[in-house]
Structures are given as C-alpha cells and as structure tokens.
C-alpha cells in the first residue's frame, strides 16, 4: 500500500494524541488492515511534518493501547482482532488484567518504553557493536556513559562533572554502594521519620542503626537535624527532597539551603535520593548543587523512563569517587555494559526525555483521576508525582485499612511500612497511580478505597 498518511486536521490534544487517534479511525474504518506495516517512524514525521519524538510517543501508546505491536527489526504492525475503538482493560501482556489492583508499587506506566527498545536494539546490531557490551567494564571507564549521565544530571541544575559520576544498577544500588562506602558498624544514619523503606534495612545490615526526624508539610525540619546531630553525632543524612516517599513533599529552596548550613557546620554527609526528580517540570535545586563537596546524588531512569532498565547514577565529591566505585565492584563489578549503553543513547538521543514527558502526563493524569474520586478526602499529592499520601478519618489506622483494602482486592502501603525506629506511624497511607497499566483498574481502585473510607471501620478490623 501507498505510505499510510493521516489526517490530523481539526483533531484537539497533543499532536500524539492526534495520530494516535487518526491510527485508531483508520483501522476502525479499513483503511489500515491488520497486518499492514506503519511508516517508519522517522518517515512518518517527515510526511505529516512532527519531530520523530512525537511519532515515536505515538507509536508508544499505540502499542499500550493495542492498536499496533512492534517486531525487532521488522517495524511495527496493525494488530488483529477487536475493534480498537474499544479501550483495552489492560495493554501491557505482562500485567495481570484480574487479582489485587497494586497500588502499593511506586512505578511509572509500564510498557511505555518498549518500542524505543525494540529500536534500541536493533540499531545496536545494525553497529555491529555488541561483542563490546560483553566485556567488562569497569564502573570508573566508560565515559561515554558517563558523560551521557552528567548531562542528563544537568537538566535538573547539577554541573555534573562526568569524572565524578559512578555508574550503578538502579538508584538501589547506589544507595547500597553509598552507604557502604560510608557506614562503618556502630554509626548513626539519620532519615527523615518517614522515609524509603529499604534505607532501614540497608543500613541495619552494615550495622548502622537510624534515626528518624521529625518533619512537616516541607520535609525535615532542621531543628530536628540540628539536634540530631548534637545528640548522635551522625555519619550522614538520608532524604529525598523532591516528591518524597511517602509523603509526597518537596522541599523549597530557603529550607533546602538552611540543612546545607547545618549538614556544613556539623560536618554532615548528605544523601540526597533524587528518584523522582526528572518527573516535576520545575523543581529546587539539588542539595548536591548547593553542597557538592558533602553530598552524594543518588538517581536512575527507573521513575522517568523504565524500572527495568537498572540504570542508576550517583555524583560522589570527587575524594568519594574511589570508596564508591570500590563498594559496586564488590556488589556487582559493574552496571550491565549493555543496559547503560542503551540508557545512555535514550539520555543524549532524546528518547529518555520523550519517555519521561510521557510518564509525567501519565502521572498528571491518574492524579486527575484520585482528585475526582477521593473529592473530599484528606490526601496530599503533587500533579506530577507518581503517589500521593492519604490520611484516614477516625476511627481508622491505616494498618487496618491496609488490611482491609486487601480484603476487597486492593494492595496499598500504610505508614507503619516507612517509619523509622521508633518514629510515631499516622494514620496515613501511600497510594501508587502509576504502575497499574489500566486506567479501569485504578478508577476500579480508587473507588474501593474511596467507599471503604465513607463506610467506616468494620468491626473485626478496628485495632
Ligand atoms: C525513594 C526511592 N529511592 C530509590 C529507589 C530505587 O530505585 P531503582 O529502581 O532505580 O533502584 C526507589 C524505588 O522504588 C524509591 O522509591
């Protein structure tokens, strides 16, 4: 057939949203038959005049949706079978469509990466270049990886200096690597009173013990910092100051730079987790752009692009570079040649950024869809976060509402999952948007959670 030329004349939305939609019409009316093969994407943008990112975002939740699936090194086909103008319940084959709606998993929309690495792949075979990605590669060479992700850091402010970033599998495993190149047995970890789970864990395990702080509608307050530190005289301070898990706070600027002074006079390494930092359009500074000597900025594609990609970064002060290089050989040798090759093409390329446009729109709206359903309920979220923090009315507690939520099929976080020794656990819990691939099994969801809450607590749960 002629090259397939859609009219996106007078259709409303993004431009993706409009070929998807022009994609839809003209399989709905015959015009695309199943089997037939799209356009190259690159081809495409040139015949309807839109960047090749927008075609390849297109072609991203065309697949999600099931109009069309991508074959390696084939291009990318009109599926068969139902009428697309029927919304999918759930496009990702992977993802369960019946069984407990998860919001318990802080993930971004999976699936929506998979025609970028189809392509990914096959122009890594087409360079002949794959025997290389098998070697090893030691975590202080690749500097084209590095280089990729020093840029990548200085969209979000950071003067990144490639030298300085280590590369890891995940933020997980930079976090791993940065507290072993930190904590010695008998330290103190502080964290804010609610924080990332395995932080705990972690730490317990190099023999560390937490401690958790005290915290506002802004994060951790810096009064309980500087007595922290005065009372346990603490190796270093875990946070994560934009979007933070689980209760969805960024800190300001003003805040941000009165915990440098403190972290300064007392001599405090920062540990400053920056998973969600791409997802905001605008956000503060990095603590590690107002204190790059004491901080290291842990961060990775996983909340922005794919989870299972495993591409992590950290910038380390640059005397810190060696103890942590030396703590991944002894984790893993190296993050997987391959996998950062590949992150790196998407971070210089522009597909990472596409991706990550694409996530925060996602992430917008689900969070469009808990405003409607949890009207009138005590919740915090920002538009661009992946999760958002519910309190509960009393008599409830959050562990019983946790328990009976899973009861009715949905799998949420209570707060007692994040506090730190000791630290009071509210009667709040967090809510995970994105990582459900159906926008019916989160609406299914929500409306559980939004009807448990109005019926009030069933006897035999009250605790
Ligand atoms: C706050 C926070 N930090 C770090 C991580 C680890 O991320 P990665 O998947 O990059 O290892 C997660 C993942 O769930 C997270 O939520």
């Known amino acids: 057939m002629a090259i397939w030329t859609p009219s996106l004349h007078g259709r409303s939305g993004t431009r993706a ?5 022009a994609l839809r019409d003209d399989i709905a009316s015959g015009l695309l038959k199943p089997g037939d093969r799209l356009p190259p994407q690159r081809q495409l943008a040139d015949v309807v005049g839109l960047a090749p990112q927008t075609v390849m975002r297109a072609y991203a939740e065309a697949a ?5 699936r991508g074959e390696v090194g084939r291009g990318t086909f009109v599926c068969p079978a139902r009428d697309p103008r029927e ?10 469509d019946a069984g407990p709606i998860d919001f318990s998993q802080n993930l971004p929309l999976p699936g929506e990466a998979g025609p970028a690495l189809a392509q990914a792949l096959v122009d890594l075979a087409r360079a002949g270049a794959c025997p290389a990605y098998l070697d090893h590669q030691r975590p202080e060479s690749a500097p084209a990886h590095r280089e990729a992700a020093a840029g990548w850091m200085s969209g979000l402010g950071l003067a990144a200096d490639a030298r300085q970033v280590v590369l890891t599998q995940g933020a997980q495993q930079g976090l791993m690597a940065t507290l072993m190149a930190l904590l010695k047995p008998g330290d103190v970890l502080l964290t804010e009173a609610l924080s990332y789970a395995p932080i705990q864990g972690l730490a317990r395990h190099l023999g560390a013990r937490v401690v958790g702080l005290a915290m506002d509608d802004e994060g951790l307050l810096p009064d309980a910092l500087e007595s922290a530190c005065r009372q346990h005289r603490p190796r270093a301070l875990y946070l994560t100051p934009t979007l933070q898990t689980p209760t969805t706070a960024t800190m300001g600027e003003d805040r941000r730079r009165q915990l440098v002074r403190i972290a300064r006079a007392q001599d405090l390494t920062l540990i400053e987790d920056d998973v969600f930092g791409f997802l905001p359009p605008q956000r503060p500074l990095p603590l590690a752009a107002l204190a790059p000597e004491r901080c290291f900025f842990v961060t990775s594609l996983s909340k922005s692009v794919a989870p299972g990609l495993r591409a992590g970064f950290v910038l380390a002060p640059p005397d810190r570079v060696p103890a942590l290089v030396a703590a991944v050989k002894l984790a893993s040798w190296m993050a997987p040649p391959l996998m950062m090759e590949i992150a790196a093409r998407w971070m210089t390329d522009g597909v990472a950024a596409a991706l990550n446009a694409s996530q925060r729109a996602h992430a917008a709206r689900r969070q469009a869809m808990a405003r409607a359903a949890l009207a009138g309920l005590d919740y915090r979220a920002d538009p661009h976060g992946l999760h958002l923090w519910l309190h509960l009315p009393e008599p409830w507690t ?11 099929g ?9 506090a730190a020794p000791g630290a009071r656990a509210p009667s709040a819990l967090r809510l995970c948007l994105s990582h459900e691939a159906s926008d019916d099994r989160v609406a299914a969801g929500l409306a559980v959670v939004a009807e448990l809450i109005g019926k009030g607590v069933v006897d035999d749960f009250v605790v």
């Open 17 to 21: 949203t409009a070929l998807v939609e």
């Open 64 to 68: 999600r949706r099931g109009y069309v």
């Open 87 to 96: 919304p999918r319940r759930d496009a990702t084959l992977a993802r369960p």
């Open 398 to 408: 959050a562990d019983a509402f946790a328990a009976q939520a899973e009861r009715a």
């Open 410 to 418: 949905v799998l949420l976080r209570p707060a007692s999952a994040f």
